[in-house]
């Protein structure tokens, strides 16, 4: 898989970035900005391997990625206020990383075992989009990807794409499908600012309380 | 367990409904809003079995209950603006709910061959009251649960009714008898206002830091 | 280990007082407060012993410190008018908690046959840290450990030194050689008010977006 390798290296890359960006604009220091970078690359895949038995997780055995974001967190660190420009190769590092976890994600479900649409779809969901929403938590925003542009959808088509693409093509083959179907629903969200429906409230904002 | 099996649904379809509202309330797009309300439904007992090592969680398994969330959410979706109106029956669904999942998670245990008090307990708390914890932390509110009214503790006082039931009766009957303690108890703070003591600080609230 | 059980105890107790002191500052009810105080105390080690597959974590099997944090939460309850005079003896006391249970998840690893480094640390790490982590986002606050003074690193430099002090002295010598090393890092912290590095943003406060 050795496409698909580099594309998780990027998608590691640009997850970590935006982990230690967002820990720096809430003016965490060195240590909170380098885990928020951590935790955003690599938290996804961490819930995936705990959902269905892996302990310790992978990232925990083999820190590669943990390295990789580490670096990533440092250099955001020194470059910071010169790194805005860049802002859509960001983007769209973060989109390569989103198809490519998807791909990862439902990959470890199929070879556990497990075939139901359903559970492999949630562990391409849960190690494309579970690292961006612990980074939002302990940064005490609402998470990103439940208000905002197509960016859990894109990985939940791009992981019900790769089922059915099993049935036709081998598993390679199908996990660029997957990697391609996500990427580029995501970034053709970004460029024509596409969002999913919000319910538009008849009074004013009403919080609801149970 | 027939009768039981009812209360979940009913309970499932409430916490769904919160899920859903407060999703919406916080402006969250069709899919946080669902994803709040699947979180809201099931995410206790996810917890609940990643504690005792049941892996993948049962709700990841057999999606039955994530289906009944995810209808529900789409429900409030469209009828938001007039479900207002619904308020108590939300409130009775959402008791009967916390009676139903909290006899399941002590059930959940004891099928586990845990014995102690506390476990017991505790699964039976983490089933009823989890979901909404994560609901709160995803939308970024201080849990209700930890502030407001008599909650966590109908749970606790079900839970614990179940394990001297089970002395007497036989495990059917003091499932029952667990769930109309915490159902009761709950339903009762509710109309009566009941409370938690609180501290009431001497001087302007000063905030504790570390 | 006798003197480190001791540390342990110390630890829990202080932990326990942090969780329920900014639970009653947030507002919270008993049930709230001391949930805070049992999660602060002993978040880092259920954290802990699901990311390397011990389930039900020990801290459900064995609720001896859940029940040392109930009581230092009704204490709190009770006086937290008071407390404020103990400002330094809690402080003093989370460094020592600090520092022991930064110890106890190292050792940890150790005994379930780990060798990397990296596990070793994380799991020290996490055990250190983990339920001040869990306090700070059910409290609704950035957490602690991420934007102020030094305190994972503590943790994280002890945790290194016990990997080498294992190598020329025994586990129990090296255990307390972590210890001492966390906790003198961390007073030492808190005396001469050392911190991280932040980045200093060049314009206003801009707040980083996908």
């Known amino acids: 898989m050795g496409l698909m390798h580099v594309f998780e290296i990027i998608g590691t890359v640009a997850f970590a970035i935006s982990g230690a960006m967002v820990g720096i604009s809430k003016e965490m220091d060195l240590f909170g900005t380098i885990f928020l970078a951590i935790t955003t690359a690599v938290g996804g895949g961490v819930f995936r391997d705990l959902i269905i038995g892996i302990t310790p997780p992978t990232?925990?055995?083999?820190?590669?990625?943990?390295v990789i974001s580490i670096v990533s967190a440092l250099i955001v660190f020194i470059f910071y206020n010169k790194l805005n420009k860049l802002n859509n190769i960001i983007q769209i590092s973060d989109a390569i990383g989103l198809g490519a976890f998807t791909a990862i994600g439902c990959n470890v479900a199929i070879n556990h075992n497990f075939t139901g649409t359903f559970i492999i779809v949630s562990l391409g969901l849960f190690t494309g989009v579970g690292g961006g929403i612990l980074r939002d938590v302990f940064a005490q925003e609402i998470p990103f990807v439940f208000t905002k542009e197509i960016y859990a959808v894109a990985s939940i088509l791009g992981a019900i794409t790769l089922i059915y693409a099993r049935k036709i093509f081998d598993g390679y083959t199908a996990s660029y499908i997957c990697f391609f179907t996500t990427f580029i629903i995501r970034v053709?969200?970004?460029?024509?600012?596409?969002?999913?429906?919000?319910?538009?409230?008849?009074?004013?904002?009403?919080?609801?309380?149970?």
């Not at 919000?198 to 904002?205: G, L, M, N, P």
């Open 188 to 210: 053709l969200s970004i460029k024509c600012g596409l969002h999913l429906p919000k319910v538009r409230s008849e009074k004013e904002k009403s919080k609801f309380t149970l």
């Open 59 to 66: 990232a925990f055995v083999n820190p590669y990625f943990c």
